[in-house]
């Protein structure tokens, strides 16, 4: 399952989620409620990821567990417009852009559209 954005549905058929800002701070347990809430949608999600600043491996790992959830439903998933700070974490880990996420075999594309 290719994560790849599908730019050809409209936005309305899209759940938007928006990372927050600081992604060590910030209560892993509400990140965890927005991405929950993104797959009971059961549409393709935009990750809005423009605003990222800090990345901590808790919310991080929450990410990554959504994107393979969302692989396992067979949901398309968009990153879009990684900040800096959530690319350079993606990239230390082995997960950027080009690469497989984890054991789930899945690509995504960190787009930069608006």
């Known amino acids: 399952m290719n994560l790849n954005a599908n730019t050809e549905l409209p936005a309305e058929q899209a759940t938007l989620v928006a990372l927050p800002a600081d992604m ?5 347990e509400m990140l965890r409620q927005l991405l929950l809430d993104a797959l009971i949608q059961n549409r393709r999600v935009v990750l809005d990821a423009s605003q990222v600043a800090r990345v901590g491996t808790a919310c991080l790992q929450l ?4 994107l393979r959830e969302a692989t396992l439903k067979q949901l398309a998933v968009e990153i879009r417009s990684p900040s800096t700070a959530l690319a350079d974490a993606l990239l230390c880990t082995g997960l950027g852009q080009d690469s497989h996420f984890c054991t789930v075999g899945v690509s995504t594309t960190l787009s930069n559209a608006s």
């Open 63 to 66: 990410v990554l567990a959504f």
């Open 24 to 28: 060590i701070g910030e209560d892993p």
